[in-house]
């Protein structure tokens, strides 16, 4: 995504057959809160469709902007991954 010509947005997409997956976007936090990751969502997945994808999908921390973003696109969650930390021994 750019504004007046300057890169302020990506995100990448990967096809595996007919699924598509969005992938690693992000927005500079200056350019936050204008619909860039919205546009870059629906774009992405979008493309994905017009590459023979039937279905799109995507993983984003829980509660988080991009998460809602996915949601008010359409998007619905479909399972819950959670992260678990270990510390070494000793």
Request: proline content about 4%; charged content about 20%.
């Amino acid at each position: 995504a750019e504004v007046e010509g300057r890169p302020v947005g990506a995100g990448s997409l990967h096809l595996h057959h007919q699924l598509g997956w969005l992938r690693a976007g992000s927005v500079l936090p200056s350019h936050r809160g204008r619909g860039i990751q919205r546009a870059l969502i629906g774009e992405r997945a979008a493309h994905a469709r017009q590459l023979g994808a039937d279905m799109v999908g995507a993983s984003a921390l829980e509660n988080s902007a991009s998460a809602a973003n996915l949601e008010r696109l359409g998007f619905r969650r479909v399972g819950t991954r959670r992260s678990y930390r270990v510390e070494p021994p000793g």
